[in-house]
Structure formats: structure tokens, C-alpha cells
């Protein structure tokens, strides 16, 4: 597993029965940076590279004793095929692993908006489905960094809001679930394809490849197959094999690649 150190923004690998504490990222991809740029300092410029230091800094100054963070797009080396396929295998591990997740909505602009909170589109992206559920501990952080709320535990004396409830009402999915990832387990497989409704990802084939760590499947990831022979693996790996038997289809909703409304400065070269 590949962790970013948040003093210094430089990488580091280590091996699973040796892996420090760390801090995860759930965000919406903008003009992100490679595991390349991060290994040779490059692109600095992107608002990804800044998002990064943003997510760093507030590591170093509310986690203490955190010094690494896992960051999707250059944690994982996306021109190597069988890193990203271990990776998306692993993603509910990472995320179920992590000390904390860190969720950046950038288009909630002000911490105390619950309405805004609710409309972001962070709830409409296939992905976050499984770093929501897979994450002990969500700390919710508005555009400018301030924390929304929370899910899992929190001080007494913290005055922001528990927002189980408002996640339940959000996902449809039961709020002592949403609390406690080991209540997925008494879901059937009918029920964890109806969460993916009205959710959507930029690849087809993610619609189902962010479902393998919900029902705790490995398969190889194969971009190019399309979402429907995705969905045939993923089916027959579950045992699926009458179609009579087989939930309805998960929507093949798709959005294109579109720039994060981010307070950073955006990069427009």
C-alpha cells in the first residue's frame, strides 16, 4: 500500500502487516495528479496538487500523531493495469483500515448548510457509496476545510452535528448500517444493488467495480468490457447464475469528466 507523507508530499510503500496509521481521502476527482507527478514533483500547479496539500495540511494540524494519507488518483499508478486492479480490490480494505476518512465536498461552501450538505453531488457518485459504509469514522469538511459533521465517534465536546440520520435519509440505507459497516452483512445482494440507484461513475465498468468490496468479492478489473459483462462477472462470482434470480439492472448512468466547482484555483491552461 502506497501512503503519502503529509510533511513532505513524497510517497512510501509499505507492506500490510506494516502499515502506520493513516488519514484517507474521499473527494471528487478535478484536475488531479499521477502517482508520476507526485514521484517527480511535477504539475505542482494542477488544483489537484493543491487539494493534496490542503488534505496534508489539515492532517498536520487536527490528527495528531497521523503522518500519512492515502490519496486515490496518485497513490495508485493508474498506467499500470494490475496496480489499479489491486487497488480497486483493496479499496474497501484501505478505506475500512484507515484512522479517519476525510470527505471533501467542494461544493458545500459554508460547514453549517445541511441543505447544501444534502445536494451535494459527493452522494451521487458510485464510488463514495463504498468510502461512506467502508469508513469507521467520516469527517465531513466543507470548500473552505471547516468540518460539516461527522460519522462515527466524536468527542463530547464537539459542536458539530451527528450526520447518521441525515445519511440515512440521503442513501435509504438504515442509519445503524451507516454507523457500523459490519451491519452490511445482513443485507442480502438484492438489497446492496438497490443502493447504486441514481448513483453514477465516469467509466461504465465502475458502476460495478465499486460494489466489489461491498459484498466482499475479488475479481480482475478489465476497462473496455463494458458495464454489462462487468455485471455478468460480478453475478456469477455471487453465485448468480439464474438470471431469473439476478437483481435488476444496475443503471448504466454516466457522467462525463467535468471540472470540481472547487474554491482552489482551478487550472485552465
Same mark, same amino acid.
Request: proline content about 6%; hydrophobic content about 35%; some cysteine.
Given at each position: 500500500?502506497? @501512503? ?6 513524497? &510517497? ?25 507527478? *507526485? ?5 505542482t500547479h !494542477? ?18 500523531g497521523i ?23 483493496? +479499496? ?7 484512522h479517519i476518512?476525510?470527505?471533501? @465536498? ?8 445541511? %441543505? ?16 461512506? &459504509? ?25 459542536? !458539530? ?8 435519509? *440521503? ?6 448500517? *451507516? ?27 465502475? +458502476? ?8 466482499? %468479492?475479488? +475479481? ?11 455485471? !455478468?462477472? @460480478? ?9 431469473? &434470480? ?24
Amino acid at each position: 500500500m502506497r @501512503l503519502i507523507n503529509v510533511h513532505g508530499l513524497t &510517497l512510501r510503500e509499505f507492506a500490510p502487516n506494516a502499515t502506520p496509521n493513516y488519514a484517507i481521502a474521499s473527494h471528487r476527482w478535478a484536475d488531479e495528479v499521477s502517482f508520476q507527478d *507526485i514521484q517527480e514533483t511535477k504539475n505542482t500547479h !494542477k488544483s489537484g496538487y493543491k487539494k493534496i496539500e490542503k488534505f496534508a495540511q489539515y492532517v498536520r494540524d487536527h490528527l495528531d500523531g497521523i503522518d500519512y494519507l492515502w490519496y486515490d488518483s496518485c497513490c495508485i499508478d493508474q498506467k499500470s493495469s494490475a496496480d489499479v486492479s489491486e487497488a480497486i480490490n483493496s +479499496m474497501f480494505r484501505y478505506y475500512s483500515g484507515a484512522h479517519i476518512c476525510l470527505a471533501y @465536498l467542494a461544493d458545500v461552501k459554508h460547514p453549517d448548510d445541511l %441543505v447544501g450538505f444534502e445536494n451535494s453531488v459527493w452522494h451521487t457518485r458510485g464510488w463514495t457509496l463504498q468510502e461512506l &459504509l467502508a469508513s469507521k469514522h467520516v469527517t465531513f469538511l466543507s470548500s473552505s476545510w471547516d468540518i460539516i459533521g461527522y460519522k462515527g465517534p466524536r468527542g463530547e465536546s464537539c459542536s !458539530k452535528p451527528a450526520l447518521e440520520p441525515v445519511l440515512a435519509k *440521503i442513501t435509504g440505507i438504515p442509519e445503524d448500517t *451507516i454507523a457500523d459497516p459490519e451491519n452490511c452483512q445482513r443485507f442480502s445482494v438484492k438489497e446492496k444493488y438497490e443502493w447504486i440507484a441514481g448513483r453514477s461513475t465516469t467509466k461504465p465498468e465502475d +458502476m460495478v467495480y465499486c460494489l466489489l468490496g461491498l459484498f466482499d %468479492v475479488s +475479481m480482475p478489473t478489465i476497462y473496455g468490457e463494458g458495464v454489462a459483462n462487468a455485471r !455478468k462477472r @460480478l453475478d456469477s462470482e455471487l453465485g448468480l447464475v439464474d438470471p431469473s &434470480l439476478r437483481p435488476q439492472t444496475i443503471p448504466q448512468s454516466i457522467i462525463p469528466y467535468q471540472q470540481d466547482p472547487d474554491s482552489l484555483q482551478a487550472n485552465t491552461a
